[in-house]
């Protein structure tokens, strides 16, 4: 007698292309190795950065088949013999390398951090690599605090509206850029100052978050004091070459977020306490991942979007 092995569902591609190319199927359940958990995934949040690789236009893992998603929230299940700091039962949320967007994932248990227990596995699923980004960006890397100037592009998106946030929190003065109408939204979360068109309205910035990448790189060195801080969150795509700004007598810096449960847990903190707010512009099942890459590319999202998981 035979004991069938356990499955998983998971949203596969086996080929580059348009959200089309996504499809739900069923795998054998995978087993944690060593330093791993396996995790019952609750919600995922859906990245930009998913929407490209399933494109190809960053083919970050190869070639397809795989599974898209590094932003999970859930239950550890299971945990590898030498994982000691999490247990099975725990309610957890984190940034991994890939496979999100399934029932069950395995990861670094470095990877995790307990979730916030206000929040629910949707708004904890939406935070990782936001929250991250912003974190390395503005506190690791800018150290921003009281009085500090800073100016952050496309601030009502996934990482711009933890930013604008975060640099609240730090004390800094905060002037947003998006569209329109997204301004009234931006002041809710406490920027000081929203603009569409920064060029000639912006001066005299301390640090300049560019989440847009292109000829904003550029534009924005305008803005910025001599000294002043440009970080670009799009590394494929910034727009200029380092040396360009050092010769203006201005500092640069790539933040690419890194999976940290160690600042996870710091996060946490400010998410459980209601400094830092995720919104969520739209929960759809697993098996509308395809809708929700759909959103992603229309450009219209505010904040956030997650896949929420069957039970």
């Known amino acids: 007698m035979t004991t069938e092995h356990p499955r998983t569902l998971a949203v596969t591609q086996h080929r580059f292309g348009a959200p089309e190319v996504l499809h739900l199927e069923e795998h054998p359940r995978p087993t944690p190795a060593p330093g791993e958990i396996l995790l019952r995934v609750r919600a995922a949040g859906v990245n930009t950065v998913d929407l490209l690789v399933r494109s190809g236009t960053a083919p970050l893992y190869g070639n397809p088949p795989f599974t898209l998603g590094r932003d999970v929230s859930g239950t550890v299940e299971a945990v590898a013999e030498d994982v000691t700091r999490l247990r099975p039962g725990d309610e957890v949320f984190g940034k991994i390398d890939a496979g999100g967007y399934a029932t069950h994932v395995t990861a670094p248990a470095t990877h995790f951090a307990p979730k916030p227990a206000p929040l629910d596995h949707i708004h904890a699923a939406a935070a990782p690599t936001a929250t991250l980004t912003a974190w390395q960006a503005l506190i690791d890397i800018a150290q921003v605090g009281p009085g500090t100037r800073v100016l952050i592009h496309a601030a009502a998106g996934g990482v711009g509206h933890v930013a604008v946030q975060l640099a609240k929190a730090e004390g800094a003065h905060v002037v947003a850029t998006a569209r329109a109408d997204r301004h009234d939204f931006l002041r809710d979360l406490g920027a000081d100052y ?10 005299d910035m301390d640090v300049a978050l560019d989440l847009i990448g292109g000829d904003y790189g550029p534009r924005t060195l305008n803005t910025l004091r001599p000294g002043g801080l440009l970080i670009s969150a799009i590394p494929g795509d910034l727009g200029l070459a380092p040396e360009d700004v050092e010769a203006r007598g201005m500092r640069f810096a790539v933040v690419q977020a890194e999976p940290s449960g160690e600042r996870l847990a710091k ?9 830092i707010r995720i919104h969520v512009e739209a929960a759809l099942p697993l098996a509308e991942a395809a809708k929700a890459h759909e959103l992603g590319e229309a450009g219209h999202a505010k904040g956030k979007l997650v896949l929420v998981l069957p039970d």
Not at 194 to 203: C, G, K, L, N
Not at 267 to 275: D, E, V
């Open 194 to 203: 929203t603009t569409t068109d920064f060029t000639d309205a912006v001066h």
């Open 267 to 275: 996060i946490a903190a400010l998410l459980a306490s209601n400094r």
